[in-house]
């Protein structure tokens, strides 16, 4: 759980969260995941920040069951398919979740 002062502070992120999940058509339990995920471990820098964002938004839609490709995720958080694929598991890892093995 993640305090109101952290979601005040990143709330242009998370809307941009909600934007990207609109447009991968994710459900509210993968929106809620990816939210969660992204509140763990903020980056610093605002350039790291959106590629955090779409590797929330693809572990979240893992962990919900509604799985999405890295590339739909990446495609549509305008970010390289490779920004998510090194960060992802390291996510889930911070969070206390295993990341899949395959």
Not at 8 to 24: G, K, M
Not at 47 to 75: E, H
Request: a negative charge; proline letters at 4%.
């Amino acid at each position: 759980m993640h305090s109101a002062r952290d979601r005040v502070e990143y709330e242009p992120w998370l809307a941009e969260l909600e934007t990207i999940a609109d447009r991968l058509e994710l459900s509210t339990e993968a929106r809620s995941c990816a939210a969660d995920l992204f509140l763990t471990d903020v980056p610093e820098s605002d350039r790291s920040k959106r590629a955090v964002l779409a590797a929330s938004l693809y572990a979240g839609s893992l962990v919900a069951g509604d799985g999405r490709t890295q590339g739909a995720v990446a495609d549509a958080a305008d970010v390289s398919r490779l920004s998510i694929q090194s960060r992802w598991k390291e996510l889930l890892e911070a969070a206390g979740l295993e990341p899949p093995r395959w």
